[in-house]
Nanobody
Framework: QVQLVESGGGLVQPGGSLRLSCAAS????????MAWYRQAPGKQRGLVAL???????NYADSVKGRFTISRDNAKNTVYLQMNSLKPEDTAVYYC???????????????WGQGTLVTVSS
């Protein structure tokens, strides 16, 4: 089993910054990609940012120029630096990863428990 644990959420004023972390642990052979999703009240969960094992990144249009996804391969950890936060960014942020747990194993999709980010004055 693979576990993803998020941290770093909290309450911040508009224009402020937060840094989210997600550490993967367990029986990990290879991590193909890691990503951040978010879900606001009454909304569907959507992709915020993604980073592949090769370091390529993708962002939702709504966060481009404000958020940065990065990783530490040695620690199996992904980060989301969030700057210039807006009230519309308020959501539960979920870590997501595609991971194989054995040699030549079929990759599986794993989710963290979520961390709440509230942007409000």
């Amino acid at each position: 089993q693979v576990q993803l644990v998020e941290s770093g959420g909290g309450l911040v004023q508009p224009g402020g910054s937060l840094r989210l972390s997600c550490a993967a642990s367990g029986s990990i052979f290879s991590i193909y990609r890691m990503a951040w999703y978010r879900q606001a009240p009454g909304k569907q969960r959507g992709l915020v940012a993604l980073i592949t094992s090769g370091g390529s990144t993708n962002y939702a249009d709504s966060v481009k120029g404000r958020f940065t996804i990065s990783r530490d391969n040695a620690k199996n950890t992904v980060y989301l630096q969030m700057n210039s936060l807006k009230p519309e960014d308020t959501a539960v942020y979920y870590c997501n990863s595609v991971v194989s747990t054995e040699v030549a194993g079929i990759p599986g999709v794993y989710w963290g428990q979520g961390t709440l980010v509230t942007v409000s004055s």
